[in-house]
């Protein structure tokens, strides 16, 4: 997708509110890119379950300290058909996974790899398996879990760089539909059993 540097570059973020999500991360991230003068709007998409109330508690107050209102915007769940819109708008996806305080993270985050279905340039973290999933600087971008700087480094990097935003989102798609492809995986699948059965 081209991104027209007269208007805000949009940025999707499509995730629960949970803590194994970085979405702390990725507001100070944006705090920094509002600061390095980049005109950008980030929508968050997805909702919250009840153990999850403090931590969205605490984002909202992050929200409002570091005045993100006019950039940053938690739409909560919405229908399959408003996501796809949202991916369709987008200009770079963003998932900043972390490891929460009780020690559990996401291990294989499925908004990542509609993201990159989709053809979107994407930024996650190198944590669990998303290395797997995104091939650092070939499908993606990786920065550590929690480096709200590094992640607004990588960010910036694809506003100012739309050759490198093409061939990451070309490169996500392929990488889909080489390692997600259901029809191709139970190909291989079957491949393997039947010379187990021989």
């Not at 369709?88 to 929460?100: E, I, K, S, T, Y």
């Not at 990542?112 to 944590?127: D, F, G, K, N």
Request: hydrophobic residues 45%.
């Amino acid at each position: 997708k081209s991104w027209n540097l007269s208007s805000p570059m949009q940025i999707l973020c499509v995730a629960r509110i949970d803590e194994q999500k970085g979405l702390d991360t990725l507001l100070r991230a944006c705090a920094a890119l509002r600061t390095s003068g980049l005109a950008f709007r980030c929508d968050v998409i997805g909702g919250h379950e009840l153990r999850q109330a403090d931590y969205l508690l605490s984002l909202e107050k992050l929200h409002r300290v570091l005045d993100l209102g006019a950039h940053v915007h938690f739409l909560g769940a919405q229908p399959s058909s408003r996501v796809r819109e949202a991916y369709a708008r987008a200009d770079v996806f963003v998932l900043p996974c972390g490891v929460a305080s009780d020690g559990s993270r996401d291990m294989s985050p499925n908004a990542l790899i509609e993201a990159m279905a989709m053809q979107l340039p994407v930024v996650s973290t190198r944590l669990s398996g998303i290395p797997e999933i995104v091939e650092e600087d070939v499908s993606g971008l990786l920065v550590p879990p929690g480096d709200a700087d590094e992640l607004s480094e990588a960010i910036t990097t694809l506003a100012g760089n739309s050759a490198l935003r093409a061939r990451l989102g070309r490169n996500a798609r392929m990488r889909v539909e080489e390692r997600f492809d259901l029809t191709q995986n139970i190909r291989y699948f079957t491949s393997i059993f039947r010379s187990m059965a021989l």
